[in-house]
Every structure is written in structure tokens, then in C-alpha cells.
């Protein structure tokens, strides 16, 4: 008897969407570089169990859209032919084929950990996972929709720098005055008292594991909360009213996506570090000329070098002549190097204030999310209530961070009267910093050049595999680094850091390059608590979500199940 061909699942209600917005050149996916391996950080080297090439973006989506076939879409499993695409298969999460690529890998994950584990050895029904499915298919919807409401570039580059700021100079009291203050044997309490959250209470001692216990035990608390609140505002009343499905996605949202990361490693000093260090390295590695393999290798020696009859130039061990170049010849090619970096900057600057001047105002402008496509428009609310980009807290945390205040405090007193008159000069046609003047409209249209759609699937991927490496859940937490190790890393990191800034720039503030080094390294030690980093992971976690959901900065999570008829 032939089995009938399998049909997609009538359940789950999908709907047409668009083609994917960007594509990969199917030649340049197939070109792979070797490169020379490189030294690893000691975390590289303790956490790499074997090695494993890395995969090219199609050949990932390749893998990722295989994962989400064989876990959430069976029935396919028995046709040779893949005949339906994955959008066609399953409900949309967003207007991103690519976002949902990534949100499905993630939730795929989640359930062949989860749910299979105890669900399959049940029934082999496909029903419940289809249930989970299309719940968590209509809260991403919906926070898709709420996102579209909000102000992202308040949220990005004011209340979220305004945090880390916080918590940058809450760090710096508290390990300041540990020597006269009298919590001097616990600058952990002296920050918590400057930084609260109620996640983090009581600061644990180490010589008392009641506290310990005690802190962990809230943080999960404040975790569930968190998720349940969010559940209650985006789940429609039936599914609301479905105790078992709700336990489960604030389950899986609680403790296997912001346990595992904020709860987990994520916050600890020496991973902080390492995470820094790949961000630079992989920004340097964009800056570099691509190579495509093909590249003819060129020698360049002679005849003679060839054939060993005259020594190489790299091998030549005569003194090198001192005054070859005489001190004009110097002074012209760094006259000339500066004048043209000058001439690129201001034809950067020049071009941009042309553009931004001809775009329309910005408090008339178009609003374009991360999560909405290129050409969807929303409504942003009067200039009355928007604030100049120039105000936002970013710059003030980038002086806090390079403590300009404390280092150079004419540099730190300048800029702040620049700006001050920049916003808010008593002559009209100095005032463009302020909202819908030139400046402000350059730096917007930035802002709306560079934050694009295309850095949210790479955000998500870059969490999947921090949470998921290789598509699954972590092994069992190792042992953090030892001291040894931890001063390995973050000294490491400081010197990637340094690379990005030119030899020029550690010499006009009087330092060398061992100083530089060093002073960067003292600056990292602000991210060395994981206690600490707790206290503004959650600080951002809650501000996001009261933003996406205002209702839960209103009510309880008891009055929000109450206001939808859930009586628990």
C-alpha cells in the first residue's frame, strides 16, 4: 500500500510572505579561506573541546533550516524532495523571512531539548508542539507590532547608556572608597545601595550559603515574574487560560533563554572580556581587503636569491644608516598624510550634512524600525516631545567611560559648552544641534543609515550560538578561569582594544604604549563582577520590556491575569 503524500500541517495557519530581503551570492558562499591558526586566549583554549571549521552563512541556514524540519515539521521527514519552504510550513514570527529563520532555529532547539525529552517518550502526537508553536508565533507578533510604537533611538542611545552609565560610576564609588567607608569589606553592598534591583537582594557573602541560596532564589522569582507579566498582556484569553502551555514557553523563556544567559556565564567578567575581544577582532576584520582564494602568489626575489647565490633582503644584517630620510622629508609626508585625512574627513562630513539638509524634518521624518521593513512608515509623535539626538546620553557615557572629567577636564569642559550652545545657543542659526537642525538631522540620518534590518538576524544568531553552541544545549558549566587566567584574558582584551587607537593618539595624551595598555586594563575591571554586570543586565532587561509592554509598569502580574479573567 503506497502512503498518500503528506500535506503541511492545516493548524498552524500559515500565511504567504515576502521573499527574503537579502541573499548571498551563491559563488561567494562556496569560497572558503584557509588562514594560518592563530594563538588562542586562554578561554579559547579551555573551552574548545575539538576543532570544527566554521561554516559559511548558507551552509548555517542550510543546517538551521534542516533542524527545523526534522523537530517542528516531521511529516516531511518521509518525502526525498524538500517541496515546501519553511514559510510555507510554519505561521510567520515576523515580517523577516530571515528573523524568523533564526527564531525558529532558537525555538526548534528549545523544544528537541525540553519538550521531546519527556513529550516524545508520551506520544509521538505532534499536536502540543504545534500548540507551542503558534503561541509563540502570535507573541512575537504582537511585540513585532508594539516595537513599530516606540521611540528605538531614545531607548538605544539614551535610556540604555544612561544604565550602563550608572553603573560605570556606581563601580567606580563603590571600589573607590572601600578603604574609608565603613562597608570597606564589601564594595558589593556599597554598589547595591547605589544601584539597586530587587533581583539581587540579599548581596550574597561568600562565607554564608544561606545568602547565596537566598539571592538565587529571587532572581529566579524576578525571571518568572518578568516572563509571566508578558505572557499575560500578549497571550490571547483562550491560550491564556491553558495553565500547562503557559508554564511551559515562561519556562523555556525564563530558564533556558535569560537563565542561561543572564543567569549563566554571560555576565561573568571573564566572559565580558572575551566577548569584547572577538567584537574587535571581527570590526578589524571587516576593515581588511577580502580574499577570495584565487590570489596569485608573486615572488618578488631576484635570480641570484633564488638560487642561494645572494642572501635574501629580510636576511641583510648590515646597520641600518641612520638619517636616511632628512627631518623635511619627514615633516612633508606627515603634513601630507594629515592634509588628506582631512580633506576625506570633511568630504565625509560635507556629504552628510548635503544629504541630511534635503531630507524632510526629522520630527516629520518616517520612522523605520529594526524590525520592520525598509519602506514600512509609522507616525513619530510632535517635535514637542523629541529630544535633541546631541542630548542623548551616549556621549556622556563615552566621557564616563574614558573618564574625561578626572583625566583631561578642559577637553571634558569644552565639549560640554560646545554642546551646550550647540542645543541651546541664544542665536537661532547656531542652534543646530537642536531637534530638526542641521546637525541633528546629520546625526539621524546616520543613525537611520546604519541601524538597518539587516543587524537583527545577525543579533539573534549571535545569541543562539551563545546560548546553543552547536545547535544545542551547553554541557554542564566548567570551572570559571583561575585568577591566572582571568588577568590573561583581560590583558588580552585590553591590548585588542589598543590596536584600534594609532600610536599617535597615546602619545599626544603622554602615555606609552605599556601605559595605554594598562590604563584600558584598569577600565575593564568594571565589567569583572558578574554580581555586578547582573545588576544592569536586568536594569536593561526590565526597561525593554516596559517600554515594549507599559501595561506591566503599571499593574502586577496578579492584576494583569485578574484584568483578563485568569483567577489563580
Not at 330 to 341: A, D, N, T
Request: proline share 8%; glycine share 4%.
Amino acid at each position: 500500500m503506497t502512503q498518500p503524500l503528506l500535506r503541511p500541517p492545516t493548524t498552524l495557519q500559515p500565511r504567504p510572505k515576502a521573499n527574503p530581503t537579502s541573499s548571498s551570492s551563491s559563488i561567494a558562499s562556496q569560497i572558503t579561506v584557509k588562514t594560518p591558526q592563530q594563538s588562542r586566549t586562554p578561554s579559547e583554549t579551555r573551552h574548545s573541546t575539538s576543532p570544527r571549521p566554521s561554516l559559511t552563512p548558507a551552509a548555517a541556514d542550510r543546517v538551521n533550516v534542516a533542524l527545523i524540519r526534522r523537530v517542528l515539521c516531521p511529516q516531511q521527514s518521509s518525502i526525498a524532495n524538500d517541496t515546501w519552504p519553511i514559510n510555507e510550513l510554519l505561521p510567520p514570527l515576523s515580517s523577516s523571512n530571515e528573523v524568523d529563520l533564526q527564531l525558529y532555529t532558537i525555538i526548534a532547539i528549545v523544544v528537541k531539548e525540553l519538550v521531546y525529552s519527556w513529550y516524545g517518550k508520551i506520544t509521538p502526537d505532534q499536536a502540543f508542539v504545534e500548540e507551542v508553536v503558534r503561541i509563540v508565533a502570535h507573541c512575537t507578533l504582537a511585540v513585532e507590532g508594539r516595537l513599530r510604537k516606540i521611540d528605538l533611538e531614545s531607548l538605544l542611545l539614551d535610556e540604555i547608556p544612561e544604565l550602563v552609565e550608572s553603573h560605570v560610576l556606581a563601580y567606580r564609588i563603590s571600589h573607590g572608597s572601600a578603604q574609608t567607608s565603613e562597608w570597606s569589606n564589601s564594595p558589593r553592598a556599597v554598589y547595591h545601595e547605589l544601584n539597586p534591583h530587587p533581583a539581587m537582594l540579599p548581596v550574597p557573602e561568600p562565607s554564608s550559603e544561606t545568602s547565596i541560596a537566598q539571592q538565587s532564589k529571587n532572581e529566579v522569582d524576578f525571571r518568572q515574574l518578568l516572563v509571566q507579566g508578558a505572557l499575560a498582556i500578549l497571550l490571547p484569553t483562550e491560550d491564556l487560560e491553558n495553565a500547562c502551555l503557559r508554564t511551559l514557553v515562561a519556562d523555556a523563556v525564563a530558564e533556558t533563554i535569560l537563565g542561561k544567559s543572564i543567569g549563566g556565564r554571560v555576565c561573568d567578567g571573564w566572559f565580558v572580556w572575551t566577548s569584547i575581544t572577538k567584537l574587535v577582532d571581527e570590526v578589524k576584520a571587516l576593515s581588511k581587503p577580502r580574499t577570495t582564494g584565487k590570489e596569485i602568489e608573486v615572488d618578488t626575489r631576484s635570480r641570484l636569491e633564488r638560487f642561494g647565490l645572494l642572501s635574501e633582503r629580510g636576511d641583510d644584517t648590515r646597520p641600518a644608516t641612520n638619517g636616511r630620510r632628512s627631518t623635511l622629508s619627514e615633516i612633508f609626508w606627515r603634513v601630507l598624510q594629515y592634509g588628506y585625512l582631512t580633506v576625506i574627513s570633511l568630504q565625509f562630513v560635507m556629504v552628510g550634512l548635503f544629504t541630511a539638509s534635503s531630507e524632510a524634518p526629522r520630527s516629520c521624518w518616517s520612522k523605520t524600525t529594526a524590525v520592520e521593513a525598509p519602506l514600512a512608515q509609522t507616525t513619530v509623535a510632535p517635535a514637542v516631545t523629541l529630544r535633541p539626538l546631541l542630548d542623548f546620553k551616549i556621549f556622556s557615557l563615552v566621557s564616563t567611560m574614558l573618564d574625561l572629567s578626572f583625566r583631561m577636564p578642559w577637553l571634558s569642559g569644552s565639549l560640554a559648552m560646545m554642546q551646550h550652545h550647540l542645543i541651546q545657543s541664544p542665536l537661532t542659526l547656531l542652534r543646530v544641534g537642536a531637534v530638526d537642525g542641521l546637525f541633528d538631522q546629520y546625526l539621524y540620518h546616520l543613525l537611520v543609515t546604519h541601524l538597518n534590518a539587516s543587524l537583527i538576524p545577525l543579533s539573534l544568531s549571535t545569541m543562539r550560538t551563545t546560548l546553543f553552541p552547536r545547535n544545542a544545549l551547553p554541557p554542564p558549566t566548567p570551572d570559571p578561569p583561575s585568577p591566572e587566567q582571568q588577568s590573561e584574558i583581560r590583558r588580552h582584551c585590553a591590548e585588542t582594544l589598543c590596536s584600534l587607537f594609532p600610536a599617535m593618539l597615546s602619545q599626544a595624551a603622554g602615555l606609552s604604549r605599556q601605559q595605554l595598555i594598562q590604563e584600558v586594563e584598569g577600565e575593564l575591571d568594571v565589567w569583572g563582577d558578574a554580581y555586578l554586570n547582573k545588576h544592569l543586565a536586568y536594569q536593561i532587561l526590565e526597561l525593554v520590556v516596559v517600554r515594549v509592554l507599559p501595561e506591566m509598569g503599571e499593574k502586577g502580574v496578579k492584576e494583569l491575569m485578574e484584568a483578563r479573567g485568569i483567577y489563580t
